[in-house]
């Protein structure tokens, strides 16, 4: 049977050529990956606005990395685990922060999904979108790493520096908090 050479991807040439220097390739390569970044970007934060932010964050982290790439992966492969990476020390950036401030969910004893509670705004139905924004930073951040791109549980916790069952508790978490926002 004869084997062939694995096909290149659509990128490799754009990639080769902005590993150089050439800014027009990489302007490709943006343009080719920058909805999906966005959104993982913005689904794994919770906010538009972070999302937007971060997605720039990664876009300017792999113009610097992008000489170091190898081509072991698709790039489509390493800008996301350039933006998940992004998006992980971007959160530890910010518990950092919020670890010194007073945390006024001890005062009030309400919840994260409860002090964020709105009414949906089309009758009784509720967007996921906004459902997915009302959950806790972890609990968002698991979800979105394993219901919606797909990672196994013992990739997550390498990712996030949690244990495989940390990773699965976070997900039930998740999901139990995201069905009662949705059956309001």
Same mark, same amino acid.
């Given at each position: 049977?004869?084997t062939? =050479?694995?096909?290149p991807?659509?990128?490799?040439?754009?990639?080769?050529?902005?590993?150089?220097?050439d800014r027009k =390739?990489?302007?490709?390569?943006? @343009?080719?990956?920058?909805? +999906?970044?966005?959104?993982?970007?913005? @689904?794994?934060?919770?906010?538009?606005?972070h999302?937007?932010?971060?997605?720039q964050?990664?876009?300017?982290r792999?113009?610097?990395?992008?000489p170091?790439f190898?081509?072991?992966?698709?790039?489509s492969?390493w800008?996301?685990?350039?933006a998940?990476?992004?998006v992980?020390?971007?959160?530890?950036n910010e518990?950092?922060? @919020? &670890?010194? &401030?007073?945390?006024?969910?001890?005062?009030?004893?309400e919840t994260?999904l409860?002090?964020a509670?709105?009414?949906?705004?089309?009758?009784?139905? &509720?967007?996921?979108?906004?459902?997915l924004?009302?959950?806790? =930073?972890?609990a968002r951040?698991?979800?979105?790493?394993?219901d919606?791109?797909?990672?196994?549980?013992e990739?997550?916790?390498?990712?996030?520096?949690?244990?495989?069952?940390?990773?699965?508790?976070?997900?039930?978490?998740?999901? &139990?908090?995201? +069905?009662?926002?949705?059956?309001?």
């Amino acid at each position: 049977m004869l084997t062939q =050479a694995p096909i290149p991807s659509d990128d490799s040439a754009d990639v080769a050529l902005a590993s150089s220097g050439d800014r027009k =390739a990489f302007e490709r390569l943006y @343009r080719a990956h920058v909805n +999906r970044v966005y959104t993982l970007c913005t @689904r794994m934060c919770g906010s538009r606005i972070h999302g937007e932010e971060l997605t720039q964050d990664v876009f300017v982290r792999a113009w610097e990395k992008l000489p170091q790439f190898r081509g072991d992966a698709q790039f489509s492969t390493w800008i996301h685990k350039v933006a998940v990476n992004i998006v992980l020390t971007h959160r530890k950036n910010e518990a950092r922060a @919020r &670890m010194r &401030m007073v945390d006024d969910e001890s005062e009030s004893g309400e919840t994260p999904l409860q002090r964020a509670s709105v009414t949906p705004g089309h009758g009784d139905r &509720m967007d996921i979108s906004a459902a997915l924004e009302k959950l806790p =930073a972890g609990a968002r951040q698991i979800f979105v790493l394993h219901d919606v791109e797909g990672y196994k549980h013992e990739e997550i916790a390498e990712m996030c520096g949690i244990t495989a069952g940390g990773s699965k508790a976070q997900l039930h978490r998740a999901r &139990m908090l995201l +069905r009662e926002a949705l059956t309001r």
